[in-house]
């Protein structure tokens, strides 16, 4: 299990995440929501390893995380999809995959490059492509391989569906289910609360930095005065 608690991380003097704690099991989504500004990007950033936090624990299956460098955090199990996808356009698909396996075994590689192509057909088809020719969906796919390709025991997405249609943001979404399903323990923030919440197990809701709600999916739904007071009533799609 992977846990967070009273996490504080500052940017010079500015507080950017004051208390925050959640967890996160093996095959569930645990879905962050929360305004522009909340901490969200920056606790998964935490997490990660590219961000040091000034207090607080993170803790990968009772080992902590806390010093680790980014790589090092990779090599314990957890991968980071990042906002915006960020693929490495000129590079073709299967570049980009193997990069994202940097730092895994020649055998997991392979195994997970099959299991990116299993999992997101079209990447086979594109595969000798360059990146920056697949559409955006197609993109944010293949980012979620790549996050993959470390053979993670957890996988961290930031906004998945920024930037995409709404006819692929359900696409999107499977996706997100999908590798879930296969046992791997989810971690994602998302703007898009409806969409979100469709696919998510566990909620926590954050608001400057703080975690003020923390639950089931299905609660959060019936607490939906918690989140339109940090997103609105359009965001439950209500």
């Given amino acids: 299990m992977l846990e967070?608690?009273?996490?504080?991380?500052?940017?010079?003097?500015v507080?950017?995440?004051?208390n925050i704690g959640l967890t996160v099991?093996?095959?569930?989504?645990?879905?962050?929501?929360?305004?522009?500004?909340?901490?969200?990007?920056?606790?998964?950033?935490?997490?990660a390893g590219v961000v040091k936090s000034i207090s607080g624990t993170i803790d990968l299956d009772d080992r902590s995380l806390l010093g680790l460098k980014a790589h090092?955090?990779?090599?314990?199990?957890i991968s980071l999809v990042p906002e915006g996808r960020q693929v490495f356009a000129s590079l073709s698909v299967a570049e980009n995959l193997r990069i994202g396996g940097y730092t895994s075994t020649r055998e997991k590689r392979e195994k997970?490059?099959?299991?990116?192509?299993?999992?997101f057909p079209i990447l086979r088809e594109r595969k000798d492509g360059p990146a920056g020719l697949l559409s955006g969906g197609e993109q944010q796919m293949l980012a979620f391989g790549r996050g993959l390709m470390s053979d993670p025991k957890y996988i961290m997405m930031d906004e998945?569906?920024?930037?995409?249609?709404?006819?692929?943001?359900?696409?999107?979404?499977?996706?997100?289910?999908?590798?879930?399903?296969?046992?791997l323990g989810v971690?994602?923030?998302?703007q898009n609360a409806d969409a979100g919440l469709r696919v998510a197990d566990d909620v926590v809701v954050v608001n400057r930095g703080e975690s003020v709600y923390s639950g089931s999916a299905e609660d959060a739904k019936s607490h939906s005065s918690v989140v339109m007071a940090f997103l609105g009533e359009a965001a439950l799609g209500a």
Avoid: C, F
């Fill in 15 to 18: 507080s950017a995440v004051n």
């Fill in 4 to 13: 967070v608690s009273n996490l504080h991380v500052r940017y010079g003097k």
């Fill in 72 to 77: 090092q955090v990779v090599r314990r199990g």
């Fill in 187 to 190: 971690l994602m923030v998302e």
């Fill in 160 to 183: 998945p569906s920024m930037g995409l249609a709404p006819a692929i943001v359900d696409t999107v979404m499977e996706s997100v289910r999908q590798i879930a399903d296969r046992g």
């Fill in 25 to 47: 099991q093996p095959g569930r989504i645990t879905l962050i929501l929360g305004a522009n500004g909340a901490g969200k990007s920056t606790t998964l950033r935490t997490i």
């Fill in 112 to 119: 997970n490059t099959e299991l990116a192509y299993e999992l």
